[in-house]
C-alpha cells in the first residue's frame, strides 16, 4: 500500500531563508577550503583570443597523439578485459616497475613496493594529508610555494611555518629557526620551482638535509619538472643527498625523505597519472587512505602510459619537450628584457614551465592584472602563493604553453601595462 | 661551498626502534582506516584457479572493446590536444550534457550545473565526506550496506545509525526512531543494495522521503545498478519520489536528495567515471573539496567515455549486461535451490550484481570461507558491512563477474563446504 502524500509548506528550513537543506550542513573543513584562484583564472583565460601566462599548462603541439593512438590500439587489442576492469589500489605492476627503473637512473633504488601510483601529483598531496595531517599541524613550506599543496592540507586544518626563498631556493639559513617551530614534515619542490622557476642549490641542498635530520623533521620531496632542465647540470634529488648524509643504502625503507612525481609534465596532464616514493609501510598507509578516496587509478590510463613510455619512448621524447620549451623560455626572457621596464625583476630558470616576476613595491600585481586582461594577457598574481602572505607585487609567468610569437606579443602588451601603471603610480 | 656531511649514529628515533621517520607521524584518523577485507580479499582471489564469488566485478565479456578502440582513435584523431590537456575540475562538459539528458529520463530534470564528474562512484562518497562530516556526525545508514561509504567516511571521523533492513530494503518502520539521534544525512542504495541485491519497495521510499523531510534530514542516493535490472518494474528514484512529495519542480536546485551513479557498471570500472547530481551550490563546495584531492578526472576518460555513449550506443550496451547477468542470476539461484543446504536463506535480486545469504547462526562465515577457499571458492563474509557489528553467519555472492559454467561448479563446491561445517558444528 502507498502511503498518502503530505504536501509540507513552510517547512522550518524554508523559513530560515535556506537556498538548500544542505546549506547549513557544510563541514568545518569547508571554510578553510575555497576555490584556487589560479583555477579560477584558467577558466576566464579560456577565451581563445587570450594569451596566458597564467595556467601550468604543457604544450598542446607536443603531446604525442600517434603514439598514444597506437599504444591505446595495442592495450585494448592485448588487455581490453584487464584494461577496463578495476584493479589493484597499488597501481599497475609493470608501471611501477617501469617507474622503479627510471627511478634507479637518479640514484634512488626503489622497488615497486615503494611505489603508489595516485590520480595525478595532486592526489599525492591530498594523500599524505590524509595520512599525516592532524588539525592544527604545521607544516614548513618555501614561501612562495605551490599553490594546490596548500589547497591539499588546508582541508585537513594544516598551519604553516614558511621559510622565504630567494634566486637559490628555500634560505637556508632561515630553516634552523623555522624548524624550532615543530613542523611535522617540511614541504620542497627542489627543481624549478612552481611558482617561481628557481633550484635548490647543491649546497642548500646539504644544509637542508642535515638540518632536517638533525632537528628530527622528514621531508616531501614534490619533483614534478625534474627532468625538464634545459641549461646546466643535474643536482642531486634530495632522496638521494639524504641517503648520503645517513649513510643508509635502503634509504627508502627507512628513508626520510617521500618523493612525488608526475607524468603530467613528460607525458600528458589529462590521464591524470603520479606516483609516489616512499618507505612501503608508508606506501601501504596511503594505500588504505587511496581505497577510501578513489578505490584505485584508472586501469586504461596505467596500461596506456606503460605502453607509450616503453621502449625509451619516453627519454626521447622529453627530449622534444626540452627543446620546445628551452625555445619558449629564451623568448620570454629575451623578450622581457626588450619590452619590461627596468625596475622589474625576474628569475632565470634553469628549467620547469614558470619564471617569477617582481616588479616595484607600489604596484598590485591584481590590479596589473585587471589592466592586463583588457590587452588580452593574462598571468597570475603572486600573492595566493605566499601562506603567510606577501608578495603583493609578484607574478608569476608560465611559458611552456603559449608559442614562441604569442610569448612575443603578450610580454610586449605585458611590458605597456607595467610600464602605463608605474607611470600613473610611481611615488613622486 | 659544499657542507662536510655529518654522519648521524644513533638517531632518537632509532633508539627507540622505529622503522621509519614517519612511523610516529601518522594521524589520528589513520586508526580509523584501515584496508578493506574485500579488497584484500580480492588479491588473493586473483588466482586463476580461484571461482570467485568475492569481488563486484563486472564481466570482461561484455566490456565492448571493439568500440572503445573505436573512440580511442576518434577522440585522438579530433580532440587529441584537448583529451591530453588540463580540464575543469566539474568535469567535461558535452558528457555532463549527456548525463543529464540520460538522467531526465528517469524523472530527474537536470541541467549540466547540477553534475560533477567524479573519479568513480567512491570519490563522490569521499568528497561528500570532505564536504559535510565534521569528527562525530552521525550518518543515517541501511545495516548491512555498503562497505565503501562506511571506508570513506570513518576518514572523516563519521559515527553511524544503523537501520535494519529486510527483502523490502532499509526497515523504515525503524527510521523514525533511528531519526531522533539526529543524523546529518541518510545514506541509501534503494536499487539492487549492495551487498544485499534487495531493492526498496515503493512503499518505503514513500516513508523514507516523508520521514526524511518531517525530521528535516537529507538523503544521498547511490544508485550505481539501478539500470540494471532482469525482472519487474522500474520504480521511481529517491529524488524523484522527494520531489514529488515537497510539490517543487525546481527539486535539483532546492532538492532534499544528492544522487549518485557511474559508468563502473554499465560500461567499465577501469575508466573510474562517477557523477554526483545536487543542487548546484553543492556541486559548487564538492568541485573546491576535488580540486584539492585531483584536480579534475582524467579528461581523455571522460572524452572516450562521451564519445562511446553517443548515438544510442549505451543504451543498446546495458540491455546485453542485462541478458548476460540476467542469466549468471538465474543460473547461480537455481544452483543455489539445488545444492545448498535448506536451513541457508538468500535473496532473489531483481538486478544488479549480488545476492545475499544466511546460514544458520551457528555457522561463521568467516570459518566458512577457509574451508571454501581449500576447495578453490570465494566469496566475502557479511560482517564486514554492518558498521554496528552482526552478520556473522551472512555471506555476499556476486554473480555478474564469473561464467555460468563456474557459478554452477562454484555454488556445487560452496554448497559441500555449508553441509559440512553444519554436520561439524550443528548443536545436538
Same mark, same amino acid.
Given at each position: 500500500?502507498?502511503?498518502?502524500?503530505?504536501?509540507?509548506?513552510?517547512?522550518?528550513?524554508?523559513?530560515?531563508?535556506?537556498? @538548500?537543506?544542505?546549506?547549513?550542513?557544510?563541514?568545518?573543513?569547508?571554510?578553510?577550503?575555497?576555490?584556487?584562484?589560479?583555477?579560477?583564472?584558467?577558466?576566464?583565460?579560456?577565451?581563445?583570443?587570450?594569451?596566458?601566462?597564467?595556467?601550468?599548462?604543457?604544450?598542446?603541439?607536443?603531446?604525442?597523439?600517434?603514439?598514444?593512438?597506437?599504444?591505446?590500439?595495442?592495450?585494448?587489442?592485448?588487455?581490453?578485459?584487464?584494461?577496463?576492469?578495476?584493479?589493484?589500489?597499488?597501481?599497475?605492476?609493470?608501471?611501477?616497475?617501469?617507474?622503479?627503473?627510471?627511478?634507479?637512473?637518479?640514484?634512488?633504488?626503489?622497488?615497486?613496493?615503494?611505489?603508489?601510483?595516485?590520480?595525478?601529483?595532486?592526489?599525492?598531496?591530498?594523500?599524505?594529508?590524509?595520512?599525516?595531517?592532524?588539525?592544527?599541524?604545521?607544516?614548513?613550506?618555501?614561501?612562495?610555494?605551490?599553490?594546490?599543496?596548500?589547497?591539499?592540507?588546508?582541508?585537513?586544518?594544516?598551519?604553516?611555518?614558511?621559510?622565504?626563498?630567494?634566486?637559490?631556493?628555500?634560505?637556508?639559513?632561515?630553516?634552523?629557526?623555522?624548524?624550532?617551530?615543530?613542523?611535522?614534515?617540511?614541504?620542497?619542490?627542489?627543481?624549478?620551482?612552481?611558482? @617561481?622557476?628557481?633550484?635548490?642549490?647543491?649546497?642548500?641542498?646539504?644544509? =637542508? %638535509?642535515?638540518?632536517?635530520?638533525?632537528?628530527?623533521?622528514?621531508?616531501?620531496?614534490?619533483?614534478?619538472?625534474?627532468?625538464?632542465?634545459?641549461?646546466?647540470?643535474?643536482?642531486?634529488?634530495?632522496?638521494?643527498?639524504?641517503?648520503?648524509?645517513?649513510?643508509?643504502?635502503?634509504?627508502?625503507?627507512?628513508?626520510?625523505?617521500?618523493?612525488?612525481?608526475?607524468?603530467?609534465?613528460?607525458?600528458?596532464?589529462? =590521464?591524470?597519472?603520479?606516483?609516489?616514493?616512499?618507505?612501503?609501510?608508508?606506501?601501504?598507509?596511503?594505500?588504505?587512505?587511496?581505497?577510501?578516496?578513489?578505490?584505485?587509478?584508472?586501469?586504461?590510463?596505467?596500461?596506456?602510459?606503460?605502453?607509450?613510455?616503453?621502449?625509451?619512448?619516453?627519454?626521447?621524447?622529453?627530449?622534444?619537450?626540452?627543446?620546445?620549451?628551452?625555445?619558449?623560455?629564451?623568448?620570454?626572457?629575451?623578450?622581457?628584457?626588450?619590452?619590461?621596464?627596468?625596475? %622589474?625583476?625576474?628569475?632565470?630558470?634553469?628549467?620547469?614551465?614558470?619564471?617569477?616576476? @617582481?616588479?616595484?613595491?607600489?604596484?598590485?600585481?591584481?590590479?596589473?592584472?585587471?589592466?592586463?586582461?583588457?590587452?588580452?594577457?593574462?598571468?597570475?598574481?603572486?600573492?595566493?602563493?605566499?601562506?603567510?602572505?606577501?608578495?603583493?607585487? @609578484?607574478?608569476?609567468?608560465?611559458?611552456?604553453?603559449?608559442?614562441?610569437?604569442?610569448?612575443?606579443?603578450?610580454?610586449?602588451?605585458?611590458?605597456?601595462?607595467?610600464?602605463?601603471?608605474?607611470?600613473?603610480?610611481?611615488?613622486?
Amino acid at each position: 500500500m502507498v502511503r498518502p502524500i503530505v504536501k509540507v509548506t513552510g517547512a522550518i528550513r524554508d523559513e530560515r531563508g535556506l537556498q @538548500t537543506p544542505w546549506d547549513h550542513r557544510y563541514a568545518h573543513r569547508t571554510k578553510r577550503m575555497g576555490s584556487s584562484a589560479v583555477r579560477e583564472l584558467l577558466k576566464f583565460t579560456e577565451q581563445p583570443d587570450i594569451i596566458s601566462f597564467a595556467g601550468g599548462l604543457p604544450a598542446p603541439e607536443v603531446f604525442p597523439i600517434e603514439r598514444f593512438a597506437e599504444a591505446c590500439q595495442k592495450v585494448l587489442r592485448d588487455y581490453g578485459a584487464q584494461a577496463l576492469q578495476y584493479g589493484p589500489t597499488e597501481g599497475y605492476l609493470p608501471l611501477r616497475e617501469q617507474i622503479a627503473r627510471h627511478t634507479a637512473r637518479y640514484g634512488i633504488n626503489v622497488n615497486p613496493e615503494n611505489i603508489l601510483i595516485t590520480s595525478g601529483s595532486q592526489q599525492a598531496l591530498d594523500l599524505i594529508g590524509k595520512v599525516f595531517i592532524n588539525r592544527g599541524d604545521r607544516i614548513l613550506v618555501e614561501s612562495p610555494t605551490y599553490l594546490g599543496a596548500l589547497q591539499a592540507w588546508n582541508a585537513y586544518g594544516a598551519e604553516y611555518v614558511a621559510v622565504p626563498s630567494d634566486k637559490q631556493g628555500m634560505i637556508t639559513d632561515a630553516l634552523e629557526e623555522a624548524l624550532r617551530y615543530g613542523p611535522k614534515f617540511i614541504y620542497v619542490l627542489p627543481n624549478f620551482q612552481n611558482p @617561481t622557476g628557481v633550484t635548490l642549490s647543491l649546497e642548500r641542498r646539504y644544509q =637542508l %638535509v642535515e638540518l632536517a635530520n638533525r632537528f628530527g623533521v622528514p621531508i616531501i620531496e614534490d619533483d614534478p619538472y625534474g627532468q625538464l632542465r634545459y641549461e646546466g647540470e643535474h643536482l642531486p634529488s634530495i632522496v638521494v643527498v639524504d641517503g648520503q648524509y645517513r649513510g643508509n643504502h635502503d634509504r627508502c625503507y627507512r628513508g626520510n625523505v617521500i618523493y612525488l612525481s608526475t607524468f603530467s609534465k613528460i607525458l600528458a596532464p589529462g =590521464l591524470r597519472l603520479g606516483w609516489v616514493v616512499a618507505p612501503p609501510e608508508v606506501i601501504r598507509k596511503m594505500v588504505e587512505a587511496k581505497q577510501g578516496e578513489d578505490l584505485h587509478t584508472a586501469t586504461f590510463n596505467q596500461l596506456v602510459a606503460h605502453e607509450v613510455s616503453k621502449g625509451g619512448f619516453l627519454d626521447e621524447h622529453v627530449k622534444v619537450i626540452r627543446q620546445v620549451y628551452r625555445q619558449r623560455r629564451d623568448v620570454m626572457l629575451a623578450a622581457m628584457d626588450r619590452y619590461f621596464p627596468s625596475e %622589474v625583476d625576474w628569475t632565470h630558470p634553469e628549467g620547469g614551465l614558470f619564471l617569477w616576476g @617582481t616588479m616595484p613595491e607600489y604596484l598590485d600585481a591584481k590590479e596589473v592584472l585587471k589592466d592586463a586582461l583588457e590587452q588580452k594577457v593574462a598571468f597570475v598574481p603572486g600573492e595566493s602563493f605566499y601562506p603567510g602572505g606577501g608578495g603583493h607585487n @609578484t607574478m608569476r609567468l608560465n611559458f611552456s604553453n603559449a608559442t614562441p610569437e604569442k610569448i612575443e606579443e603578450g610580454i610586449y602588451r605585458l611590458g605597456n601595462v607595467i610600464r602605463a601603471k608605474m607611470q600613473e603610480l610611481a611615488p613622486a
